[in-house]
C-alpha cells in the first residue's frame, strides 16, 4: 500500500509560479510511474505530466509543455511539478498518481489532491 500526499498549491497570479510536492509513504516509491493530473470544474480529469521510474524520460500535455518541469526525488521518496508562467486556465485541484508501467500506466495510487487557482 502506497499513500500520497499532495502539497504546494495555492493562489498565484497569472504569470506566476507554484511549485507542487508529491510525498510518498509505504512501498519503495522508485518502483513506481508518478504521474501529475488535474481536474478543473466541469472537466474530465488530464494527466498533465509523468516521469518514468529512474526520470530520465517524461511526457508533458501540449498545454503544458514548456512551463511546466516535472521531477522525482527517489531517495526523499517525493516527486514534484514546477510550474512556471501560470495561467488561469491551469486552475484546477491538481493530484498526484503512482503506476507501475511506463509509458502507459494503470495509475493505482492516488493523492487527495491540492488546489491551484491562478487569477488574471
Known amino acids: 500500500q502506497v499513500q500520497l500526499v499532495e502539497s504546494g498549491g495555492g493562489l498565484v497570479q497569472a504569470g506566476g509560479s507554484l511549485r507542487l510536492s508529491c510525498a510518498a509513504s509505504g512501498r519503495a516509491f522508485s518502483m513506481y510511474v508518478m504521474g501529475w493530473f488535474r481536474q478543473a470544474p466541469g472537466k474530465e480529469r488530464e494527466l498533465v505530466s509523468s516521469i518514468n521510474f529512474n526520470a530520465d524520460s517524461t511526457y508533458y500535455a501540449g498545454s503544458v509543455e514548456g512551463r511546466f518541469t516535472i521531477s522525482r526525488d527517489n531517495a526523499k521518496n517525493t516527486g514534484y511539478l514546477q510550474m512556471d508562467s501560470l495561467k488561469p486556465e491551469d486552475t484546477a485541484v491538481y493530484y498526484c498518481?503512482?503506476?507501475?508501467?511506463?509509458?502507459?500506466?494503470?495509475?493505482?495510487?492516488w493523492g487527495q489532491g491540492t488546489q491551484v487557482t491562478v487569477s488574471s
Open positions: 498518481a503512482l503506476g507501475r508501467f511506463w509509458p502507459a500506466s494503470d495509475f493505482h495510487y
